[in-house]
């Protein structure tokens, strides 16, 4: 009996030992702060490697400051700041890779975050100091991540179409028109220059500047007939069609001097611009009060002013170019030459000299287009 005893108390105690063991493995395993927060964290990455990187950045924001100082606080640092860069945190996202550039000289991912950072327009500068070598952003890039799948040699153009497209939607136009251009050579015969061709084409649209507009909607059209936009940029089009044919209905057209005015024409195709100026000039002197051909002077100071770098002599250009248009004024008053006249006091900063004429075409012509575009002007 006294055996038997025995051996059930020392199966008792081996039993209580194992229990024992196993609750303390137990609490080592599931509930130590480290491994809950390297669980975590590795709970995040696969998150983000499946493109889920809103789920990715929740977890990551609660778990960034414990990493403060520890080993993994780079590369939690690193994957925190794409996870808001890819859900279109950028102020953040640009915080935290400073944070992690300033804090961590040696990490080992520098390309790759100097790169999201010039992504960001953010990018960091370096200064040389006595023999050290001088630390500059690689213009040339090499390798990162590609923006929704594989690692690319120029996957930084990949990045800077997801914040162009980000800025775009946020209605940010400007900004986005400055981003597709950098880019837009870059996706040129690719299949993501449909996007680029069209959102640039719309915000130069959003921005009243509807000479761009139609160049990047006419190039959508050129490369992309059947594309995924073509009944938004088939509409903008004819719609935009009676502004672009602004003298066609006006009556002016029997006064046309079709002798001279050819003159003229063949001149500026001979790449004589200026000497056609000067001849226009001279036939206005002979006929000031011809309104076909203030039209006509008006149209290659416009050209002028576009071709021209100079910003000084581009206002020059628009302030002769009103002149004209608002000596037409005394013959003929059309809705056509109340937009060209609007555009040029709005390009020119005069505001409240455009609202006039805003107003005027919205009195004539509230439903057409350039009434539309009046409109918005007038709703600012």
Do not use: C
Request: glycine share 2%; no cysteine; charged share 35%.
């Amino acid at each position: 009996m006294k055996k038997y005893l025995s051996i059930a108390i020392l199966l008792y105690i081996l039993l209580f030992s194992l229990n024992s063991f196993s609750i303390e493995l137990e609490k080592t395993i599931y509930n130590g702060d480290d491994y809950y927060f390297i669980h975590e964290f590795e709970r995040a990455q696969k998150y983000f490697d499946a493109e889920d990187y809103e789920k990715a950045n929740d977890i990551y924001n609660d778990i960034y400051l414990y990493f403060s100082n520890r080993d993994q606080e780079p590369e939690v640092l690193f994957q925190y700041g794409k996870s808001l860069f890819k859900t279109g945190k950028f102020s953040e996202a640009t915080r935290i890779f400073k944070k992690l550039d300033k804090k961590y000289k040696d990490f080992k991912k520098k390309d790759e975050l100097y790169k999201l950072l010039e992504a960001l327009n953010e990018a960091p500068t370096r200064e040389k100091k006595d023999s050290e070598e001088t630390i500059i952003f690689p213009k040339a890039f090499i390798e990162m991540e590609e923006a929704n799948k594989n690692k690319n040699t120029n996957a930084d153009k990949y990045e800077k179409l997801e914040v162009a497209k980000y800025r775009f939607k946020n209605k940010e136009y400007k900004k986005a028109i400055e981003l597709f251009k950098e880019i837009e050579g870059f996706f040129e015969g690719k299949q993501q220059a449909e996007d680029i061709y069209y959102m640039t084409g719309k915000s130069f649209y959003e921005l009243k500047n509807i000479e761009d507009a139609v160049k990047y909607y006419k190039k959508y059209q050129n490369f992309f007939r059947f594309g995924k936009y073509q009944n938004q940029v088939n509409k903008t089009l004819n719609d935009l069609n009676e502004i672009q044919q602004t003298f066609s209905n006006i009556q002016l057209a029997k006064e046309y001097d079709r002798l001279n005015i050819k003159k003229i024409d063949a001149m500026v195709e001979a790449g004589f611009l200026d000497k056609a100026i000067i001849s226009m000039k001279k036939m206005i002197e002979l006929d000031p009060a011809n309104p076909v051909y203030h039209f006509k002077i008006a149209s290659l100071y416009n050209m002028k002013k576009n071709i021209t770098g100079n910003k000084y002599w581009t206002v020059n250009y628009a302030e002769d170019e009103l002149e004209h248009y608002l000596k037409i004024l005394n013959k003929v008053e059309t809705p056509e030459i109340f937009y060209n006249i609007a555009k040029l006091y709005q390009d020119l900063g005069e505001h409240e000299q455009a609202l006039q004429y805003w107003q005027k075409i919205y009195d004539k012509v509230p439903n057409t287009t350039i009434g539309k575009v009046a409109k918005s002007f007038l709703n600012k």
